[in-house]
């Protein structure tokens, strides 16, 4: 069955980094482009970056941009997001979504929590 399974997550504190990771099973994953989205308390779910499926193309939420970057192994089904000097208001949980545009089809993760707190 299709699985979208997030990792990395944690507390760390104002200015560090951390890297999450996605691991895909289930479904041709080079087909498919990938997102990362975030959710914090009260908040609406946000897209905070995304990566063409062969990874030629890459796109960030302008509150991120210089800070995280999104990258993909397709060889390895995996997809991460490098987060650097990292914000409290970069709390929030942290879903990769899969995007098959052309078939309509998508795929989510069940999310990794990340707060940055002193």
């Known amino acids: 069955q299709v699985q979208l399974v997030e990792s990395g997550g944690g507390l760390v504190q104002p200015g560090g980094s951390l890297r999450l990771s996605c691991a895909a099973s289930g479904f041709t994953f080079s087909n498919y482009a990938m997102n990362w989205y975030r959710q914090a308390p009260g908040k609406e779910r946000e897209l905070v970056a995304g990566?063409?499926?062969?990874?030629?193309?890459?796109s960030y939420a302008d509150s991120v941009k210089g800070r995280f970057t999104i990258s993909r192994d397709n060889g390895k089904n995996m997809v991460y997001l490098q987060m650097n000097s990292l914000k409290p208001e970069d709390t929030a949980v942290y879903y990769c979504?899969?995007?098959?545009?052309?078939?309509?089809?998508?795929?989510w993760g069940q999310g990794t929590q990340v707060t940055v707190s002193s």
């Open positions: 990566i063409s499926s062969v990874g030629g193309s890459r």
């Open positions: 979504k899969a995007v098959y545009a052309l078939l309509g089809r998508t795929y």
